[in-house]
């Protein structure tokens, strides 16, 4: 009887080269970084500070005790979907499909589109994970550079569409992380100029009155993302995709099943029945979104970006210092020096509530000199 050898697995490891079995292009790229906010006051990441209010908490427990988690999920979440339509008084002849969050929706968007030639494009800066999924997607990316207003160049994106002639184009509507709605005819003047899908992303839509919603129908090319993070469930990994049946339908066999849990499934049907109380929270934070554009405009050196999201983009002298030093007081906001040319010296910082806020200006008055 022939006896096996013990497996050295610490030899095996130091042996294995990964250059072997994973892509060159994914070892030439950093992880997206999530910095530690433990003990922090995060204020880096857009998310609502708002906690749910007891009476939807009571629900949501309610609901979980009754969950069937020994069963997949509804594969095409049907409530949940009825939910979603109903809030945005979506048109019937707009089809739709959910992610876990939008990040997912992009990652089906570009393995839909993904054959040898083809090319995404977006404008620069704005949202990093179309860039990154792109490149996961091994899909050329072609990025068209903002004005240093953080406009659209029109021209300079309908000639790179003329040239490029990209599949699928990503827009973010308010854009980020600049804060700013794009010019709405510029934005029809790329549906009508594109061949391929373009992508409005709303990820921001419950903080501005803007939206491409009463466009979809009009334009055959025309989907429209969002997600729930922004409104106050970042906990609950939920985006959706909407646009016309024909082309839904085929986003849809990328999907994999059963990609929205059970558990979100529930909570997101139980908050959105409830979701006045989440408006009521929108209101205030943009209510302090003012106050804290206001606080800055007026600090010596700052200049404070536009917004209609739920963040401000503000540029100020030795921006690293500042970012070091809010660290330093406790506060965690995003740097962003040097993500972009045009985003020198820039810091974003998400809105929060009252008392975060207030932490935040009194540290950086401290920092900056009145």
């Not at 184009?169 to 061949?195: H, Q, R, W």
Request: aromatic content about 6%; overall charge neutral.
């Amino acid at each position: 009887m022939r006896v096996l050898q013990p497996i050295d697995f610490a030899q095996k490891a130091k042996e294995m080269n990964t250059g072997n079995v994973i892509r060159a292009d994914i070892r030439a790229l950093a992880a997206y970084d999530v910095p530690s906010a433990d003990g922090m006051v995060k204020l880096d990441a857009m998310e609502n500070p708002f906690p749910l209010p007891p009476g939807i908490r009571e629900a949501l427990g309610r609901t979980v005790e009754n969950l069937a988690l020994n069963r997949y999920p509804a594969p095409s979440a049907p409530a949940l979907k009825r939910c979603l339509r109903e809030m945005m008084e979506l048109p019937s002849s707009a089809a739709m499909i959910l992610g876990n969050g939008s990040d997912e929706l992009i990652q089906m968007l570009a393995l839909a589109v993904a054959t040898p030639d083809a090319v995404i494009m977006g404008v620069e800066p704005s949202f990093v994970m179309f860039h990154m999924i792109a490149r996961l997607a091994r899909v050329r990316f072609v990025g068209v550079p903002l004005k240093s207003d953080f406009s659209l160049d029109g021209a300079a994106l309908l000639g790179a569409i003329a040239e490029h002639r990209p599949a699928l184009i990503f827009l973010a509507y308010p854009n980020n992380p600049t804060g700013n709605c794009f010019d709405e005819s510029i934005m029809e003047a790329v549906l009508k100029a594109s061949t391929g899908l373009v992508v409005v992303d709303e990820a921001y839509y419950p903080f501005t009155p803007r939206s491409f919603k009463r466009h979809l129908g009009q334009y055959p090319n025309l989907l429209l993302m969002r997600t729930l993070s922004k409104l106050g469930l970042a906990g609950v990994r939920l985006g959706w995709l909407c646009g016309p049946e024909a082309v839904v339908n085929e986003i849809e066999k990328v999907r994999l099943p059963y990609n929205i849990s059970v558990l979100d499934q529930a909570a997101a049907v139980v908050v959105l029945e409830q979701r006045a109380v989440l408006q009521e929270q929108v209101q205030e934070i943009v209510h302090q979104r003012e106050y804290v554009r206001l606080q800055l405009a007026a600090l010596s050196g700052v200049e404070v970006f536009p917004s209609e999201a739920n963040f401000l983009l503000f540029r100020v002298p030795e921006a690293a210092r500042i970012f070091d030093g809010l660290r330093q007081h406790g506060i965690l906001i995003k740097n962003l020096t040097q993500a972009h040319s045009l985003l020198h010296d820039c810091l974003r910082v998400t809105v929060g509530a009252s008392e975060e806020n207030q932490a935040f200006l009194s540290a950086i008055k401290l920092l900056v000199g009145r």
